[in-house]
């Protein structure tokens, strides 16, 4: 072999080892990150006897079968003061904190609850949404892990029969257990809603909900005897979509009941 060729070949090792390198510390650094949402809900769990999920589907909501608040949001608010609620969707693994910063509405983007810059962020809302939940569409953020952690899981909704099996969300916060209901599963676009819909308007709203309901995707999954309207409380949860940098996929929920 000749010294130009050993030398292009020396250099193609030396890429490949600094590819392999980078990779292999990406993944580290992404399984370390993760790890912190693991042990949040294994302290939630050990201290609480577990997250409790809803009645199973087809048998409710019973608001009276509800059980009590299990987390214990004293322990995690020392962890961080902007964690005030918690999502859980039984039977995946949408199962978080939801986190808000007062000053950056876009922190937790590339943001862990625990202030670590880089994927996976965290599941979190805009400070233009109140805390109690008491908007009529509030929006919570997450990215689309491919491993299906954070809002990753969601893509699931677009097969058929799933939303039929996992239709509930569950919002915890420290007074209350708050039960949604998804009644859509739509392929978006990425418009920001805050921006595109005045919610504090009935024609805002009501436009939203159109725009949600007139969405014709394939991909996208409807639940017809879920009643919905512009005068209800929802949730919207966002997540990008790996393939299709233009668009969103969104699952909307509409609130039920609670303890």
Request: proline share 4%; net charge positive; hydrophobic share 35%.
């Amino acid at each position: 072999m000749n010294r130009k060729k050993l030398a292009g070949l020396l250099v193609c090792l030396a890429a490949a080892a600094v590819g392999i390198g980078y990779l292999t510390y990406h993944y580290i650094d992404l399984y370390r990150k993760s790890a912190i949402y693991d042990t949040l809900r294994q302290t939630v769990e050990s201290k609480t006897g577990g997250v409790q999920s809803a009645p199973p589907s087809g048998t409710g909501p019973s608001v009276s079968a509800v059980s009590s608040v299990p987390i214990d949001f004293n322990a995690l608010q020392k962890k961080n003061r902007d964690i005030y609620a918690w999502i859980k969707i039984p039977g995946t693994e949408v199962d978080y904190p939801i986190v808000q910063s007062a000053t950056d509405r876009a922190y937790y983007l590339n943001h862990t609850v625990e202030g670590q810059a880089g994927y996976p962020g965290s599941i979190y809302t805009e400070n233009c949404n109140a805390r109690d939940f008491s908007d009529f569409n509030t929006i919570l953020y997450g990215h689309d892990m491919r491993n299906g952690s954070m809002f990753g899981g969601l893509r699931n909704y677009r097969e058929a029969g799933y939303l039929d099996k996992h239709r509930d969300v569950l919002i915890y916060t420290p007074k209350e257990k708050r039960v949604y209901r998804i009644f859509a599963a739509v392929v978006y676009s990425d418009a920001y809603l805050p921006g595109k819909f005045d919610f504090s308007a009935e024609s805002g709203r009501q436009a939203f909900l159109n725009s949600i309901f007139d969405n014709r995707d394939m991909n996208s999954q409807f639940r017809k005897d879920v009643p919905v309207e512009n005068s209800s409380r929802i949730l919207t949860l966002s997540t990008c979509i790996g393939s299709q940098a233009n668009n969103r996929y969104l699952i909307e929920a509409v609130y039920v009941g609670n303890q």
